[in-house]
């Protein structure tokens, strides 16, 4: 553990920019609303700005990517295929804690499963992350109730803490510590860590005061959902809520759905895109000779919360499919966000 003064946090992020196309949270001047984005200048990023609006997913998991062209020649009967991928050294610096665990769900994904996601893993291989502990709650929050908050355990290079006048600053690997060492941080003594965990257990107090918009307490709804016991007319009143308008799915830290299209170009190459696809979507389920089975809007409902909150998929994953963000409450026109759709399901449980 290392210490670096409050004011002097920045140094870090210049120095990653050094070395690294540096992303942070940006606080539109126009709005006020906070993006996680592609900056020229450290100064730009703001440590204390709120939970931002799209998460930082789309660093390494961008919406639209063009990831190989081609070209086929007819009278050679040639193709020629060229593989693009994204070999830019990336940090992120300022990601909060529940974001952080949703890249480790989709680290968990495209890369820890039987197949790997080669153009994913370009993204990744030469990123450095640095997160940033919630020591207070947004109003939005509930990832107590989701294990991925407001402290974090495991996916980053460096961690810090605002404890006082001090930030704490957690090396997590091997590039974190290099990095603390090249900015000749100072050792933090052990009285540190006793107090990051009270910091860590004061902001967990505060969500009961603060984070009063959203209340998720998903452990019986789980069971629910994994066993199927959950009456048909709850997920018809959810589906009719729904306008299949896939912002849920957009703004959410761990979904990975795609799809892929070939768009021609006037020079005689075609380009293959990889974009963000949405389960809410009523085409995206859709099957050769138009057959669609999931085409009634309750029971593509049924498969997302299935993907956020069942045992199969925890166990895929070592984790629920959910982070606590609460950000699907923030864009959802028909009021059927996680903490909603959970609160639907428990009242039935309960009568």
């Given at each position: 553990?290392?210490?670096?003064e409050?004011e ?16 942070g ?8 609303q906070?993006?996680f984005?592609r900056?020229n200048d450290s ?13 930082p ?8 990517e063009?990831i190989?062209?081609?070209k086929?020649?007819?009278?050679a009967?040639?193709a020629?295929?060229e593989?693009i ?7 992120i610096?300022g990601i909060?804690?529940c974001?952080?665990t949703g890249?480790?769900v ?5 890369l ?14 030469r ?9 207070a709650p ?13 402290f ?10 605002l404890?006082?006048?001090y930030y704490l ?10 990095l603390?060492q ?5 050792s ?5 860590a ?5 910091a860590n ?15 998720a307490?998903?452990?019986?709804v789980?069971?629910?959902?994994t ?7 709850v ?6 809520q729904c306008?299949?308008?896939?912002a849920c ?7 990975s759905c ?17 974009t ?10 859709k099957?050769?000779g138009?057959?669609?089975?999931r085409h009634p809007?309750?029971d ?6 299935f ?5 199969s ?14 950000r ?21 449980i309960?009568e």
């Open positions: 553990m290392y210490l670096i409050k002097n946090v920045m140094k870090i992020a210049e120095e990653l920019a050094k070395n690294y196309e540096l992303f949270p940006v606080v539109d001047k126009g709005t006020g906070v993006f984005d900056v100064s730009e990023i703001s440590l204390s700005a709120e939970i931002p609006a799209i998460p997913k789309h660093v390494v998991f961008p919406q639209i063009r190989m062209k081609y086929y020649d007819r009278s009967k040639k020629e295929i593989a991928l994204d070999n830019r050294s990336k940090a610096f909060r804690p974001d952080l890249l480790i989709l680290d968990r994904f495209f820890g499963q039987e197949f790997v996601d080669e153009i994913y893993r370009e993204h990744r291989k990123m450095f992350i640095v997160s940033q502990n919630c020591i947004f109003k939005q929050c509930f990832c107590v109730c989701t294990d991925s908050g407001p974090a355990d495991e996916g980053y290079d460096l961690n810090l803490t404890l006082g006048d600053v957690e090396a997590g690997s091997d590039k974190g510590k290099e603390v090249r900015l000749g941080l100072k933090a003594d052990p009285s540190y006793e107090m990051k965990k009270k257990d004061k902001s967990i107090s505060l969500f009961e005061s603060i984070a009063t918009d959203n209340k307490w998903i452990s019986r789980m069971n629910r959902i066993t199927g016991f959950i009456k048909e007319d997920w018809e009143y959810i589906g009719k306008f299949e308008c896939g799915t957009f703004v959410c830290p761990t979904c795609f799809n892929v299209e070939d768009h021609n170009r006037f020079d005689g190459t075609t380009d293959r895109l990889r963000w696809d949405s389960c809410s979507f009523e085409g995206y389920t099957m050769a138009d057959h669609n089975p809007v309750e593509r409902r049924n498969k997302r919360f993907c956020k909150l069942s045992y998929q925890s166990k895929k994953y070592l984790r629920p499919g959910c982070v606590g963000c609460g699907c409450q923030w864009v959802c026109p028909g009021d059927i966000g996680l903490p909603n759709v959970v609160t639907y399901i428990r009242r039935e309960t």
